[in-house]
């Protein structure tokens, strides 16, 4: 019996100190100071939108001092804009939410070199509609993602593979049904390219309003707190009853059907159909605008915001590299650099914030 | 062993007064079996202390009771009628609500998201964030939960105010009965004892409460009975006021003396 009268001995004793009425109130130690903590915390994590935007900003105001109207030209700022920052801010927005659910999907930039073949055939071969042609392309990023979603979520296959592996065989389905030809724009679709592309500013204008838009469904609606929950916390996201496998599904055929839409638009913006457009660049790119922007690749945060001017950033760079001489090839050392930088950042803040917490 | 057979059954007799009852629930994960006999009921406005081992089948018992797993076979009774509880949501919209060992709450959200934690107010298609700040303060207030600012991330509160949101949040919709698994574990005294106000204040408003506890001293202070679980079964059905932690902590200590007699003359043999 002396092992069960020990247990006892300390359950009196709690029973105790029960008794004597601690005070209440202090529920937890380190109030002032925590406080303070958690103030600065909280500036220094808006500031990450803020950084972004402040670091595009200046990489502006800096080409345009130097290069003055080189820059600021309207045809260059188009480039700047819509071709350099618009396809990778929109595929950004559906990688943000996979990435803070906790995903990754690597095969998005392929979607964009299929969907505008996938339409060309349909109206080609098999004498679809335009529009209804578009819808199918459109559609190709809902099935991809779809796929996706199986593979990850149904089967267990971890997304940096599953969409590795789809990633290459919508190569491989580009460059056999292709038979790595280039094709031109049925005519009859060329009506509604401007609304979608060829209209100089469309794909930034398309590219802001998206992001206004993921903006709201990030912080607003049920969606975006689920995908924020899903990633932050899975096992209690399902204990809450949340629909854990629909959100992650979901944020995959987001992002494919993004993918969808930007293939279409290069499609009209380059005036072309062409089998090289399928590329892991897209997703790359896309990604570091994610990262630089303040989206941790470890689940439960990210912002839409900073993921676009991470955008702006990457295209304002891509065009003011070579305007000022230096050339596009050592850009990647300065993309790379960014992208450990603010990975760094990422990771002390998430140490900070823990220590914080204790 | 008279330990391990049930000692007089207070409950079974009278069925009328019961919201909940459980028959012969079981449960096995492929060749693992969880619960092998389970059968309990829980009196209106009720506390029922549920005891026992780690791995006793304690908490598969309660994410069976709402809604989180499905039972291999057994039934449930709701107020005498027989029901299926098909996921969290719809035990929920029964009555049923749970506050599991983990929270379940997320980290990167504020205290008003995790509050309305799939249950969001929305006017569609947005989440009416004012409303849910208004009511989450409110409603914490009302259970005397100390929060500095409703609109700080959980990850920076402590562990009795994260165990004290997760119960504010699981009594928000005025369930008729509350699961608790383990709400004390993790915490010091003082923190354990603003969760037994709160359970003692939940049973005043008549909410029948299940609670998971090994700190029989703690628990027995908010139960009317302790149901004690071995081996997946019930094995004990006691009012609390026939028992003790004395008592209680005998029958376990027994139960370890047995389990290691058997290994020792296994062992020798």
């Known amino acids: ?358 | 062993m008279a330990a391990t057979t049930p000692q007089g059954q207070p409950g079974f007799a009278s069925q009328d007064t019961d919201i909940l009852r459980v028959e012969h629930i079981s449960k096995s994960y492929g060749a693992v079996t969880a619960l092998t006999d389970v059968s309990l009921r829980l009196a209106r406005g009720e506390v029922l202390g549920l005891i026992g081992d780690n791995g006793a089948g304690k908490s598969t018992l309660l994410k069976i009771l709402c809604g989180f797993q499905q039972p291999t076979a057994g039934r449930i009774f709701l107020e005498g009628q027989e029901v299926v509880l098909r996921s969290v949501d719809h035990a929920r919209s029964l009555g049923i609500d749970v506050v599991y060992q983990d929270l379940a709450l997320i980290n990167q959200l504020t205290v008003f998201q995790n509050m309305f934690l799939n249950r969001e107010k929305v006017r569609w298609p947005l989440v009416r964030n004012g409303a849910m700040r208004r009511e989450a303060r409110e409603h914490l207030d009302e259970m005397g939960v100390h929060i500095p600012s409703v609109n700080v991330p959980v990850a920076r509160l402590s562990g009795g105010q994260r165990q004290a949101i997760a119960v504010a949040r699981s009594v928000f919709d005025n369930p008729k009965i509350l699961l608790l698994d383990e709400p004390l574990a993790a915490m010091g005294v003082k923190e354990g004892a603003i969760i037994l106000d709160l359970v003692t204040k939940l049973k005043q408003n008549n909410v029948s409460i299940i609670i998971i506890a090994h700190n029989y001293g703690q628990v027995l202070q908010v139960c009317d009975r302790v149901n004690m679980i071995q081996d997946g079964k019930i094995t004990l059905d006691r009012l609390a006021d026939d028992t003790s932690a004395e008592e209680l902590t005998e029958i376990v200590v027994a139960e370890y003396r047995k389990a290691l007699e058997e290994r020792q003359r296994a062992t020798s043999a």
């Open chain 1, 1 to 358: 019996m002396e092992n069960g009268s020990g247990v006892h001995v300390s359950e009196t004793a709690e029973q105790a100190a029960l008794a004597t009425g601690a005070p209440r109130g202090g529920l937890g130690p380190g109030g002032g100071l925590g406080a303070a903590l958690s103030a600065a915390l909280r500036m220094f994590g808006r500031q990450r939108e803020a950084t972004v935007f402040v670091v595009a900003a200046a990489l502006f105001l800096y080409f345009a001092i130097d290069k003055g109207s080189d820059f600021t030209s309207k045809a260059n700022l188009v480039t700047v804009f819509s071709d350099n920052t618009a396809p990778y801010a929109i595929i950004a927005l559906g990688e943000v939410f996979l990435l803070i659910c906790g995903e990754i999907d690597l095969s998005v930039g392929f979607v964009v070199g299929f969907a505008p073949y996938l339409m060309y055939f349909l109206i080609a071969f098999y004498h679809f509609p335009g529009l209804l042609a578009i819808l199918f392309a459109l559609l190709l990023g809902v099935v991809v993602g779809w796929v996706n979603g199986f593979f990850t979520v149904t089967v267990g296959v971890p997304s940096f593979i599953t969409t590795l592996g789809t990633g290459f065989i919508l190569l491989g389905l580009i460059n056999t049904t292709s038979h790595d030809q280039p094709a031109t724009i049925p005519a009859d679709i060329m009506g509604i390219g401007k609304w979608i592309a060829t209209y100089a500013w469309s794909p930034i204008v398309w590219a802001v309003v998206l992001a206004l838009i993921f903006h709201i469904v990030l912080t607003r609606t049920r969606w975006g707190l689920h995908t924020v929950s899903v990633g932050g916390n899975q096992l209690g996201a399902r204990e809450a009853g949340i629909h854990v496998n629909r959100i992650k599904y979901g944020n995959f055929m987001l992002t494919g059907v993004l993918g969808s839409l930007v293939g279409l638009q290069q499609m009209y913006f380059t005036n072309n159909i062409s089998p090289t457009a399928g590329s892991y660049t897209w997703m790359f790119y896309a990604v570091t605008a994610a990262v630089i922007g303040g989206t941790a690749m470890l689940g439960g945060s990210g912002t839409i915001i900073g993921a676009f001017f991470g955008a702006v950033a990457l295209g304002i760079l891509l065009d003011g590299f070579p305007l000022v001489g230096i050339g596009a090839d050592p850009l990647s050392i300065v993309f790379g650099g960014a992208i450990l930088a603010a990975m760094v950042a990422n990771v002390q803040l998430t140490r900070l914030r823990e220590r914080g917490q204790s």
